[in-house]
T-cell receptor
Framework: DADVTQTPRNRITKTGKRIMLECSQT?????MYWYRQDPGLGLRLIYYSFDVKDINKGEISDGYSVSRQAQAKFSLSLESAIPNQTALYFCATSDSGGPTGTQYFGPGTRLLVL | QKEVEQNSGPLSVPEGAIASLNCTYS??????FFWYRQYSGKSPELIMS????GDKEDGRFTAQLNKASQYVSLLIRDSQPSDSATYLCAVNSHGGATNKLIFGTGTLLAVQP
C-alpha cells in the first residue's frame, strides 16, 4: 500500500464550485505539505502543517484553505474554483525539520477547472 | 533572481554517456540539498540528498555541492533510457529551520538509445 495517498486522482469541476482534495499518510510523519505544479513554474508551496495545531501559508495560499483533521490527514479546499487553479496538486510529508528533512510525495491530483 | 535555478533543457545524451545536471541557489544559509526525479505525470521521488561540500555517490548517481559557489550538481553515469525524466533540484530554505523546500523548475533529461 502507498504511504501517501491522495483522493481524487483526477477531478473536473466548474468555475465557482467548492472542492476538496484529500491527503492521507501512513508514514507517521508530523509534517505535511500541499504543492501545485504548473508547466514551466515548477512546484510551488500552497500550505504546510507541522502538527495538528499548526497551519502555515506557503507562497501561493490565496484562494485555498486547508484542514489538518489528524496527524495522518491534511485536506486542501478551493472555496470557489477558478480556471487558473487548473494544475497538478501534490501532497507531501516529512518526519523532521532541520537540515536532514526529506519530503515524500503522494501520487498527485490532476484538477481541471472549466 | 529565482531562488533555485535550473536549465530547463531538454538535455539530450546518448545511452551510456554521463549526464550532468546543474543547479544554482541564492540563499547562502541553505544547508540541505536534494535531487528529485519526476517521470511525466508522476510524483517526484527522491534520488539524492547532500549536506556537505564535496561529492556524494550512490550507485550511478553522484551529487556534488559547492556552497561557496552556491552550486549543486547531479551526475548520472552510464545513462539509460529509463533515466529519461525531469530532474528537480530542491533547497532547504532559511537555514533549514522550517524544512520548507524551494524547488527549481526542473531539467528535462532525454537519454537516446
Amino acid at each position: 500500500d502507498a504511504d501517501v495517498t491522495q483522493t481524487p486522482r483526477n477531478r473536473i469541476t466548474k468555475t465557482g464550485k467548492r472542492i476538496m482534495l484529500e491527503c492521507s499518510q501512513t508514514k507517521g510523519h508530523d509534517r505535511m505539505y500541499w504543492y501545485r505544479q504548473d508547466p514551466g513554474l515548477g512546484l510551488r508551496l500552497i500550505y504546510y502543517s507541522f502538527d495538528v495545531k499548526d497551519i502555515n501559508k506557503g507562497e501561493i495560499s490565496d484562494g485555498y484553505s486547508v484542514s489538518r483533521q489528524a496527524q495522518a490527514k491534511f485536506s486542501l479546499s478551493l472555496e470557489s474554483a477558478i480556471p487558473n487553479q487548473t494544475a497538478l496538486y501534490f501532497c507531501a510529508t516529512s518526519d523532521s525539520g532541520g537540515p536532514t528533512g526529506t519530503q515524500y510525495f503522494g501520487p498527485g491530483t490532476r484538477l481541471l477547472v472549466l | 533572481q529565482k531562488e533555485v535555478e535550473q536549465n530547463s533543457g531538454p538535455l539530450s545524451v546518448p545511452e551510456g554517456a554521463i549526464a550532468s545536471l546543474n543547479c544554482t541557489y541564492s540563499d547562502r544559509v541553505s544547508q540541505s540539498f536534494f535531487w528529485y526525479r519526476q517521470y511525466s505525470g508522476k510524483s517526484p521521488e527522491l534520488i539524492m540528498s547532500i549536506y556537505s561540500n564535496g561529492d556524494k555517490e550512490d550507485g550511478r548517481f553522484t551529487a556534488q555541492l559547492n556552497k561557496a559557489s552556491q552550486y549543486v550538481s547531479l551526475l548520472i553515469r552510464d545513462s539509460q533510457p529509463s533515466d529519461s525524466a525531469t530532474y528537480l533540484c530542491a533547497v532547504n530554505s532559511h537555514g533549514g529551520a522550517t524544512n520548507k523546500l524551494i524547488f527549481g523548475t526542473g531539467t528535462l533529461l532525454a537519454v537516446q538509445p
